[in-house]
C-alpha cells in the first residue's frame, strides 16, 4: 500500500509546484503551499514530506526556515533573482554597498556576496560561511552569499523601487550609496575604490540630497562627504554647510585605515591613506 501511495505523492508534488508557478508564487512559505495543498491532491500531513522530496529533487530551494524559492528547473519558470531572494530572506530590505555600486555603475569590481541593507530591530539569518580570513563572511543561499548590513531603523532610508528582470526590488540610490562606503568602506571595496565612485557619479548627483542624507547620517559621514566633494572640484554652497557642521575631535578619514597622518582642520578629520600618511 505504502509503494502504491509514493508515486500519487510525488505527482501531488509535482502539481503544488505548477500551482505555485500559476498563481505567480517563485518565493513561498510553507503557510502558502499549505493553502495550495488540497488544490494539488496533496493531504496536509505529507505536506512537509512533499516539500523534502521536492527540494531533494530540485524543484525548489529553500531559502531560510519556511521560505523557498522555485528552482529555474521548473519548466517555464524564469529563474529567481539573487536580489529578489533578497528581499524575502529580510523585511525592510535594500540591495547596498558593493552591490548597490556595482549596479548604479560607480565600479568595473564584481563583487562576490550580495549586500543587504536592513535595521537592528529584524532578525536576519544566522547560518554564516567564513571568509578567506576565518571570519563571518554571509548567509548561503544556492551559490550565492548574502551580506546583511544593519542599522538603526532612523538610519533606513534612501531608497528607490526598481525592477531587475521579472522582480521589483529595493536599491539604495546614488546618494545613500556613496554615503555607505564612507561609512563603511569594507563592504564597498575599500575607501579608494569609494573616492572612485565619487569621482564617477559627480555629474549624476543631487548635491542637496546628499548633504541632507549625510547629516542624517552622522558628523563623521558628514566631514568625510565634505572633504571627498571637494577633493573633486565640488564648490557648490552645500560644502560650506557641510563644513560649518559642529563635530568633536578628529575623525580618520578612512575608518579601516591606521590612526596616523596629518590633521585636516577644515574637515577635521586626519587624513591617513596611502600616500598621504608621512612615514
Not at 134 to 160: A, L
Request: one cysteine or more.
Amino acid at each position: 500500500m505504502a509503494t502504491a501511495t509514493r508515486p500519487k505523492r510525488s505527482m501531488a508534488g509535482i502539481e503544488l509546484v505548477r500551482l505555485l508557478a500559476y498563481e505567480g508564487d517563485r518565493i513561498f512559505t510553507t503557510d502558502r503551499a499549505r493553502e495550495l495543498a488540497p488544490r494539488a491532491g496533496l493531504n496536509d500531513d505529507y505536506l512537509l514530506e512533499a516539500l523534502h522530496h521536492l527540494r531533494r529533487n530540485d524543484w525548489i530551494v529553500p531559502l531560510r526556515r519556511g521560505l523557498y524559492a522555485l528552482s529555474s528547473s521548473v519548466p517555464g519558470v524564469a529563474g529567481v533573482h539573487e536580489f529578489e531572494v533578497a528581499m524575502a530572506l529580510v523585511k525592510p530590505a535594500a540591495i547596498s554597498h558593493w552591490s548597490a555600486l556595482n549596479y548604479h555603475e560607480l565600479t568595473e569590481q564584481i563583487p562576490r556576496h550580495v549586500f543587504v541593507l536592513t535595521t537592528t530591530d529584524v532578525s536576519v539569518p544566522r547560518k554564516q560561511t567564513s571568509d578567506s580570513a576565518g571570519g563571518r563572511g554571509g548567509y548561503p543561499v544556492n551559490g550565492t552569499v548574502y551580506r546583511f548590513v544593519q542599522v538603526q531603523s532612523k538610519r533606513y532610508f534612501g531608497t528607490d523601487r526598481i525592477w531587475v528582470g521579472d522582480a521589483r526590488v529595493s536599491m539604495t540610490d546614488l546618494e545613500r550609496t556613496l554615503l555607505d562606503g564612507l561609512a563603511m568602506p569594507q563592504h564597498c571595496g575599500g575607501f579608494g575604490e569609494v573616492i572612485h565612485a565619487f569621482a564617477e557619479a559627480m555629474g549624476r548627483l543631487d548635491l542637496e540630497r546628499i548633504a541632507e542624507y549625510a547629516q542624517r547620517l552622522g558628523p563623521t559621514v558628514v566631514k568625510r562627504a565634505g572633504w571627498v566633494l571637494e577633493l573633486h572640484g565640488c564648490e557648490a554652497p552645500q560644502l560650506e554647510e557641510l563644513a560649518a557642521i559642529p563635530i568633536k575631535g578628529h575623525r580618520k578619514l578612512d575608518p579601516t585605515g591606521p590612526r596616523k597622518g596629518a590633521y585636516n582642520n577644515r574637515w577635521m578629520l586626519q587624513e591617513n591613506l596611502p600616500g598621504m600618511v608621512g612615514t
